[in-house]
């Protein structure tokens, strides 16, 4: 019986021996992971026309006319913050010239602004600063009662307008008008104004 038992462990180990050396290996799968941020930055981007040229005709009497044209400012931007939009003359002389004859930038302002005096010009934007409500064009209209403020030179622009969301082809109308009497020469009197559309 002893004998017997001594064999039977003897077998068990050899089994036990065996088991562990014909066991298959597992190999276990192993990984690692990294991340990576795709930074995609949308720049912002605004454009500005305009309609480059106002032409406005007068006929005058010896008590001056006012005649009246727009221009319409458009422009887009992709800014959230909208964007503010100033004009002022392209350069320090304020005249509408005509060779070496004026006729001056008119001295009512965008918060205040005034009927034109004799030989003077002038914008308006319809709701802004202290202008009115509505404008509409004027063939010399002697007796005009419309208010106008001069365009400033160039150092000073003026903010017409400030918006506060994305813009898709907004558009601005700026009247420019021009009360001319009999003393003033004949002739084509021009000036150039500037329009600055900045992102907010
Ligand atoms: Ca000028």
């Known amino acids: 019986m002893k004998a017997s038992l ?4 003897k077998i068990a180990a050899v ?17 690692d992971t990294a991340n990576t941020t795709i930074n995609a930055t949308v720049n ?27 221009d319409t400012v458009t422009v887009s931007t992709n800014k959230n913050n909208g964007y503010n939009l100033t004009l002022a003359n392209s ?9 070496t004859d004026t ?7 965008f918060a205040s602004p005034t009927t034109l005096g ?10 802004a600063g202290g202008f009115s409500g509505s404008y509409s064009a004027e063939a ?9 403020a001069g365009v400033p030179a160039s150092g000073s622009p003026q903010t017409l307008k400030t918006t506060g969301t994305k813009a898709t082809n907004d558009t601005t109308t700026v009247w420019y008008g021009v009360k001319a009497d009999t003393t003033i020469d004949t002739g084509v009197y021009s000036d ?6 900045t992102t907010n």
Do not use: E, M, R
Request: charged share 5%; glycine share 6%; hydrophobic share 45%.
């Open 44 to 70: 912002p981007v605004i454009s500005i026309s305009s309609s480059t040229t106002v032409a406005v005709s007068l006929t005058p009497t010896a008590g001056g006319v006012v005649s009246s044209n727009s």
């Open 140 to 148: 010399d209209n002697a007796s005009s009662t419309t208010i106008w």
């Open 15 to 31: 089994v036990a021996v065996f088991a562990v050396v014909v066991s298959p290996a597992v190999a276990s799968a192993v990984s």
């Open 91 to 99: 350069d320090a002389n304020t005249y509408l010239d005509s060779g």
């Open 103 to 109: 006729i001056t930038a008119h001295t009512g302002t």
């Open 118 to 127: 004799a030989n003077t010009w002038g914008y308006a934007v319809a709701g």
């Open 192 to 197: 150039t104004v500037t329009y600055t559309a």
């Open 6 to 9: 001594v064999s039977k462990q």
